[in-house]
């Protein structure tokens, strides 16, 4: 939310909030936007009527601004609903997601893509130390997102990430997390599902370069439906990522430290870091690439970045210079 609200204000629009308690590195990141935060929460705080309110998922339906909310004629979004219509919508998303891994990943794949001229915009669960924040709003036409499966609001119980629609997305573990709203493993499974079956359908492709959604939509006959190739690269470490997504009609590509199509070979961890290089199906493929960050961890995130990423155009020396220096992310 502290990331969204910073976006918001990037692009003019007047930002206030509302919470309980800010922690930090929220609270300075915050601070420094000027964003007006009111401490609790109050139906005063919706007055006078913002012209869109969004909910974030902690907020419940018996919250004292919440029920104020929902007896006005404001309008309101949740906040994956706010970043698809209103930073998404006209990008190609890449995508992190699964049960741990997503933060580090993120902020990987935003830093390569950067270093590589790239331009991209990014939102991460944490802040990136290469960019100092939580968020970027760049030029060019990739946004890389953090994908959370945790419900998305009080009004809207399914996955965060399924409202991004991403075209590329990396699948990192599956496993059972968040107890507090997943019942059992198998409850878990069924968003991933969900998630590859998403990635398997057919999209309009997003604009190209300096091409708004309109334009795009006038080269194309009315509700035709054009083909862009969605990736999915999963970890084939975790059995449960490979079996919610073996039903994809996405381009499925697997990676790993022990099994996958792309493996992680010659893994060296010392104080300056980590070294490695990289097979497919048993060939070389690339060697010595090095990162700043050590664990055996953090080699297994740079494979994703490094799959994906070079599905969608990055080439082997921008790979390998982006992750040599990619610093790491300070968590919130």
């Excluded at 334009?215 to 490979?242: K, S, Y």
């Excluded at 961890?297 to 990423?309: C, D, I, K, P, S």
Aim: one cysteine or more.
């Amino acid at each position: 939310m502290a990331a969204l609200a910073g976006m918001l204000s990037a692009r003019g629009y007047r930002v206030t909030g509302s919470d309980n308690q800010l922690y930090e590195p929220t609270a300075s990141l915050l601070k420094a936007l000027r964003i007006d935060i009111r401490n609790g929460y109050d139906a005063a705080n919706l007055a006078p009527a913002p012209d869109l309110v969004v909910v974030g998922n902690v907020v419940s339906p018996v919250n004292p601004e919440a029920q104020a909310l929902l007896k006005s004629s404001i309008p309101y979004v949740s906040m994956p609903e706010a970043l698809w219509h209103l930073f998404l919508r006209d990008r190609r998303v890449l995508m992190v997601a699964g049960t741990h891994g997503k933060t580090t990943s993120t902020a990987m794949m935003a830093h390569v893509l950067e270093a590589a001229g790239r331009d991209p915009s990014m939102l991460v669960g944490g802040v990136a130390l290469d960019f100092g924040t939580n968020y970027r709003l760049g030029g060019g036409r990739d946004f890389v997102i953090e994908g959370d499966e945790y419900d998305t609001a009080f009004f809207d119980k399914g996955p965060k990430f399924l409202h991004y629609r991403a075209n590329g997305a990396i699948i990192t573990a599956v496993e059972f997390d968040h107890a507090d709203i997943y019942r059992d493993l198998d409850h878990v499974k069924s968003s991933f599902r969900a998630l590859a079956a998403q990635m398997g359908e057919r999209r309009t492709p997003a604009p190209q370069e300096n091409e708004t959604c309109a334009q795009a939509d006038q080269t194309r006959a009315p509700g035709a439906q054009i083909d862009e190739p969605r990736v999915l690269v999963v970890c084939a470490d975790f059995p449960h990522a490979l079996e919610v997504s073996a039903a994809t009609r996405a381009r499925r590509l697997t990676f790993g430290l022990r099994s996958g199509e792309f493996r992680a070979t010659d893994i060296a961890i010392g104080p300056a870091g980590a070294r490695f290089s990289i097979e497919r199906e048993g060939k070389l493929v690339a060697s010595d690439l090095e990162l700043r960050i050590g664990g055996r961890m953090n080699v297994a995130n740079a494979l994703g970045v490094w799959v994906l990423l070079r599905e969608f155009g990055l080439g082997d020396e921008e790979l390998a210079q982006g992750l040599k220096t990619f610093a790491g992310v300070k968590r919130r």
